[in-house]
């Protein structure tokens, strides 16, 4: 089995800093292409969450990437018009063979991997579509909003809630004062971490698994033998891949709150309460608070994150809020002002926590008009393509968003790791009150697998 060529990542990292640079073949600020030409897409993760875009036929995937060849022979039998798209098993092969042929590079792989595979192309000129979280370190994140804007790409981040009308309804509700000024903010997720299916950790070694190559799919982190207890599901409960179920969730139903109230810079983070703890893994529970000072005219805010079996308590004037798709009641409580409010775990459908009350609202037409334009119906991959082809405006959750959305959550994550409270100094990117935590703002990597540091260089 093909294992991952140092060399020649190294070699094209060189190239492009001695100005090997690509454009685009759609560039920002680009009318759009001619009208025999379409927005071509490469796919790096073919199965998961990548099944909700790839077989969407309005697309024109040209090439599929993946370490495990089984994954993309599963997809291609669900979509058989994906039948004779050319696959690979290592993206930069992939981008070496096919480069010019790619518009957008579509990143749906596990959380560990999302920052080389997106740098590797912007650094080609590929404008990107990465699935949420955005990256899996702080560091990371500030990375990508220095890469974007130097290599000039369109980006987005994979939180469907972004594009929906809700989120933008909430927003006008609260600009116009309905909600007063709100000083707390409870979301909660109801799953925990994930099914652990070693009881020991590190898990064994086991035979790594015809077609699958093992060392790729490892990346930048530290060399791991294979168990099935990582791939392909279980991958997200460990530290070193994922990014439990805060970073799995947080960039959907606190992407609402984070958005409309501004709140991107936490002075601490403080874990709560912590359950089921062990090395290597998320705690299966957790509640983690983040406090945030006030921002021009807001108050200040707390932001609570609750998961497992920790919902928190409803506000008093609640009688019976409800996600209106699927049922599930679980978002986030908004408090402050005379009433309290809720958005489902999409940050999407904003409600009033006391029914009666936002009925007599909707038949009094009290609510405020539009303003924020809506986006049309199609998702943010979509949003992306129309950004790219020139038919629509820059995605919602370009990566001058989602980066922020995304550190405030690795921030939770480390409080999750290592408990207790946190004191941040954003400006600086600095933790001041625990410095031995510094160090997990940025996480090491193999050699080879080095990005960005030369976007941080004077």
């Not at 979280?133 to 990508?144: E, F, G, K, Y």
């Not at 469907?160 to 309804?169: A, L, M, P, S």
């Not at 790594?208 to 168990?227: F, M, Q």
Request: overall charge positive; proline content about 7%; glycine content about 10%.
């Amino acid at each position: 089995m093909k294992t991952i060529n140092r060399r020649h990542l190294l070699k094209s990292s060189a190239l492009l800093g001695a100005g090997a640079f690509l454009l685009p073949r759609f560039s920002i600020g680009q009318s759009g292409p001619a009208p025999s030409k379409r927005v071509n897409l490469a796919f790096v993760g073919c199965n998961g969450i990548a099944l909700t875009y790839i077989g969407e036929k309005s697309f024109n995937v040209v090439a599929m990437c993946d370490v495990d060849s089984k994954r993309i022979t599963e997809t291609k039998a669900k979509f058989p018009h994906l039948a004779q798209i050319k696959e690979f098993s290592d993206y930069r092969v992939m981008l070496d063979k096919m480069g010019a042929d790619i518009d957008i590079v579509v990143v749906s792989t596990p959380d560990h991997t999302h920052f080389p595979i997106t740098m590797e192309a912007m650094q080609r000129g590929k404008h990107v579509f990465t699935q949420k979280p955005l990256t899996h370190d702080v560091w990371q994140a500030r990375t990508l909003v220095k890469a974007a804007e130097k290599y000039k790409v369109q980006t987005c981040m994979g939180n469907q809630g972004h594009t929906t009308d809700g989120i933008r309804q909430m927003r006008e509700w609260y600009e116009a004062g309905l909600l007063g000024q709100v000083k707390s903010v409870k979301a909660w997720f109801p799953g925990g971490a994930g099914n652990r299916l070693s009881s020991v950790y590190p898990p064994p070694a086991e035979p790594v698994p015809n077609g699958l190559d093992w060392d790729n799919w490892v990346g930048p982190v530290a060399e791991t033998p294979y168990n099935k207890a990582y791939a392909p599901f279980n991958w997200r409960q460990f530290v070193q891949f994922g990014s439990g179920k805060l970073g799995d969730w947080f960039c959907h139903i606190c992407d609402g709150p984070v958005w409309i109230l501004d709140l991107f810079e936490p002075t601490a983070i403080e874990a709560v309460k912590l359950e089921d703890e062990k090395d290597g893994y998320y705690p299966a529970a957790s509640i983690i608070k983040m406090d945030f000072p006030s921002r021009g005219d807001k108050a200040p805010c707390t932001l609570t994150w609750h998961d497992g079996k920790n919902k928190p308590a409803p506000p008093a004037d609640a009688n019976g809020t409800k996600n209106e798709k699927g049922g599930k009641e679980f978002g986030s409580y908004w408090e402050g002002g005379e009433d309290s409010y809720f958005l489902d775990n999409r940050s999407d459908h904003p409600t009033l926590c006391n029914k009666e009350k936002m009925a007599e609202l909707k038949r009094s037409n009290a609510f405020p008009s539009q303003k924020y334009p809506r986006v049309p119906k199609g998702g943010p991959l979509q949003e992306l393509v129309r950004a790219v082809s020139g038919e629509g405006p820059a995605a919602g959750s370009s990566f001058d968003y989602a980066a922020r959305l995304t550190e405030v959550g690795c921030l939770g994550m480390i409080a999750q790791r290592f408990g207790g409270r946190i004191e941040w100094d954003s400006k600086n990117m600095k933790i001041t009150n625990r410095p031995e935590l510094n160090t997990y703002l940025k996480q090491p990597v193999r050699k080879g697998w080095e990005y960005g540091e030369d976007l941080w260089k004077a």
